[in-house]
C-alpha cells in the first residue's frame, strides 16, 4: 500500500501518519519516579470489567458508586472502515469500536480508569487517543501512539467530575483529519455521590442515550457525485480540501443521517426522567429537544457546576460535551436536534424519542380540528 501511494503521489501521506505529525512521548524517567507512588494507591483495588456497547447506549453502571475506588478497564479496537453516512455517501472512516461516535466509557470520581488499545494489523494508520477527562502527556495522547499490529494500555485517574470528549490525536493535520474521519467519543465521570439538581438535591434518570453530533466533509467529483476511495490516506488530499472550507457536506448523529429515528428512534414513557449526553469534537452545536425541553443542564458537562434549569436550547461547544435531563409529560414523537435547523434538516442532525403513555390535555389540546375559515 505504502507503494501505491508513492505511486499516486501520496507517499507523504502514509509517511506523516507514522513518522511528521506522531505527537511527542512522555514515557522516560519522570514516570519511572512516579511509579511506586502510584502502585501504593492502586494496590488492592478491585478491578472491573465494563462491557462497552454501541452508541446511543451506555455501558451499565451505578449512578452512585458502591464502595471505594476502583479500576475501570476495558479493552478498545480500532477500525478503519468505509460507512455510508447517507444515501450514496461514503466515507473512509477512522473509528473507535467502529462506531461513530465511539462507545461512552463510564466511571466515578476517584477511579481509575485503565483502557488497553488495539490498533490491528489490518489498519493502515497510527493512532491515539486523548481524554480531555484526564492530566498530562496531551491528555494520554503522548503516550498511546500505536502503529498498526499494536496494542497499548493506558491509565488514569478520574479526578473531576462531568462529561468529557475523547478523540484520536496523533498530532498535526493528522489531528482534524482524524477526528472529522469519526474518530471520537464520550466518558462520562459520575460524581460518587449521584447527580444534583440545581438546589443540591440528588437526582437520579431512568435512562441514558449518547448521542455524537459528527461533521463530515466529502470531496465531490466533476460531475457533482461524492467520490469513494478505498483507504483512508487516499481520502486525505481531496478531504482535507473540503474541510478547508470550514463547511460540512453532513452533520450526522450517530454515524449516519437518520441513524437514531425509526425503529432506531431512543424510546421513553411518559414520566421516565432520561439524561441525554452530548459530544461534538469539532464543531459548536445547539441542542433542543422540541416539545421537551432541559429540566436540568449542565454547561459543558460539568457536574460540579449548579446546572441551569427549563431551558429551551442548550449549546455544547466543540471540543467539549454536554449533559441534559428531562422528565417526559406527554407521549408521542419528539425530535432531538441541532437548533440550527438548516444543518438539522438539510444536512442531518436530527434524532428521535417515541415516548409512550397517557395525553394530558392540561398541557396541551386541540381545542378544534383544521376546518374551513370561517
Known amino acids: 500500500m505504502k507503494h501505491l501511494f508513492r505511486k499516486l503521489g501520496l507517499g507523504m501521506v502514509l509517511t506523516a501518519s507514522l513518522v511528521t505529525f506522531t505527537a511527542p512521548s512522555f514515557a522516560g524517567e519522570e514516570m519511572e519516579v512516579g511509579k511506586v507512588g502510584v502502585e501504593a494507591n492502586i494496590k488492592g483495588l478491585e478491578r472491573v470489567t465494563q462491557k462497552l456497547v454501541p452508541p446511543p447506549a451506555v455501558p451499565v453502571h451505578d449512578q452512585v ?58 489498519n493502515t494508520m497510527v493512532h491515539n487517543i486523548d481524554f480531555h477527562a484526564s492530566t498530562g502527556a496531551l491528555g494520554g495522547g503522548g503516550l498511546t501512539n500505536v502503529a498498526p499490529g499494536q496494542e497499548v494500555v493506558l491509565r488514569f485517574k478520574a479526578d473531576r467530575a462531568g462529561v468529557f470528549v475523547y478523540h ?46 459528527q461533521d463530515w466533509y466529502l470531496p465531490k467529483d466533476a460531475e457533482g457525485k461524492f467520490k469513494r476511495y478505498t483507504a483512508p490516506a487516499l481520502a486525505m488530499v481531496d478531504t482535507m480540501e473540503v474541510m478547508k472550507g470550514l463547511i460540512p457536506t453532513h452533520l450526522t448523529f450517530n454515524g449516519k443521517v437518520g441513524a437514531i429515528t425509526g425503529e432506531n ?43 441551569t434549569t427549563n431551558r429551551e436550547t442548550w449549546a455544547i461547544a466543540g471540543g467539549e460535551a454536554g449533559a441534559a435531563m428531562y422528565t417526559f409529560r406527554q407521549p408521542g414523537l419528539y425530535a432531538y436536534v441541532n437548533h440550527n435547523l438548516i444543518e ?23 381545542v378544534s380540528k383544521p376546518g374551513p375559515i370561517k
Open 168 to 213: 484520536c490525536a496523533p498530532g498535526g493535520v493528522m489531528i482534524p483529519y482524524h477526528v472529522v474521519s469519526g474518530m471520537n467519543g464520550a466518558i462520562m465521570i459520575l460524581p460518587r455521590e449521584g447527580l444534583k439538581d440545581n438546589n443540591g438535591k440528588f437526582v437520579t434518570y431512568d435512562k441514558a442515550y449518547y448521542i455524537g453530533e
Open 344 to 366: 438539522a434538516v438539510m444536512l442531518g442532525a436530527a434524532a428521535h424519542v417515541n415516548v409512550e403513555g397517557e395525553w394530558n390535555n392540561d398541557l396541551m389540546e386541540q
Open 65 to 122: 458508586a458502591k464502595g471505594g475506588p476502583k479500576i475501570i478497564e476495558m479493552t478498545m479496537v480500532i477500525e478503519e472502515k468505509e460507512m455510508e453516512i447517507a444515501p450514496g455517501a461514503f466515507v473512509q472512516a477512522m473509528t473507535f469500536e467502529g462506531t461513530n461516535p465511539g462507545p461512552m466509557i463510564i466511571a466515578h470520581v476517584g477511579d481509575y480508569v485503565e483502557l488497553t488499545l488495539k490498533n490491528p494489523k489490518t
Open 265 to 307: 428512534a431512543m424510546t421513553a414513557k411518559v414520566g421516565e426522567t432520561v439524561l441525554f449526553l452530548h459530544s461534538q469534537a469539532n464543531r459548536d452545536t445547539r441542542i433542543h429537544l422540541i416539545g421537551g425541553h432541559g429540566d436540568l443542564v449542565w454547561t459543558g458537562g460539568s457536574f460540579d457546576d449548579v446546572p
